[in-house]
T-cell receptor
């Protein structure tokens, strides 16, 4: 069984640029959630993808967008980067059955620094 | 929306002692409460979880209790070891159209050998 993987591990961008982060789900999982974790804080929910559609979103602006692919892997895109976007971005996968969501398993994260 | 408060923010215990971390939640509809351990440079790792139809759950040295009436849940680690040193997060979520997990701010646990 393969765990959740994310790429890249680290990334440095400048303000105003765009970034794409990638996530491969754990084998057998069909749901992907993305979280932003600022230094010294708990992860904050960005959005969730199920069956290739966004089916829930936290308090993040539209410049945060995502995709889920048929193999359940996912991308997080952030446009017009701001300094406050500097954080650890975490992907978590889970298996949804009959509308019930089970435990989420996290990847190691991508550390994004915006200069 | 859901709000999860966690305390203490830091906790130091001697090796072999017990550690207790407490959380409260605001959304009475929350029905799933996972606990995560995060080591430096890694993503959160699920260590134990509890659903709202259960009051207590144990897994070796780790136990979690849930009081739905008071909206409190707690993590208990017995016989602590240096490798237990990490940041621990409580979280709450509910079944529904999607699963939004709301995390506490985290507790940095230091086990002193």
């Amino acid at each position: 069984e393969t765990g959740v993987t994310q790429s890249p591990t680290h990334l440095i961008k400048t303000r105003g640029q765009q970034v794409t982060l990638r996530c491969s789900s754990q084998s057998g999982h069909n749901t992907v959630s993305w979280y932003q974790q600022a230094l010294g804080q708990g992860p904050q929910f960005i959005f969730q993808y199920y069956r290739e559609e966004e089916n829930g979103r936290g308090n993040f602006p539209p410049r945060f967008s995502g995709l889920q692919f048929p193999n359940y892997s996912s991308e997080l895109n952030v446009n017009a980067l701001e300094l406050d976007d500097s954080a650890l971005y975490l992907c978590a996968s889970s298996l949804a059955n009959s509308g019930l969501f089970n435990e989420q398993f996290f990847g190691p994260g991508t550390r994004l620094t915006v200069l | 929306g859901e709000n999860v408060e966690q305390h203490p923010s830091t906790l130091s215990v001697q090796e072999g002692d017990s550690a207790v971390i407490k959380c409260t939640y605001s959304d009475s509809a929350s029905n799933y409460f996972p606990w995560y351990k995060q080591e430096l440079g890694k993503g959160p790792q699920l260590i134990i979880d509890i659903r709202s139809n259960v009051g207590e759950k144990k897994d070796q040295r780790i136990a979690v209790t849930l009081n739905k009436t008071a909206k409190h849940f707690s993590l208990h680690i017995t016989e602590t070891q240096p490798e237990d040193s990490a940041v621990y997060f409580c979280a709450a979520s509910r079944s529904g159209g999607y699963q939004k997990v709301t995390f506490g701010i985290g507790t940095k646990l230091q086990v002193i050998p």
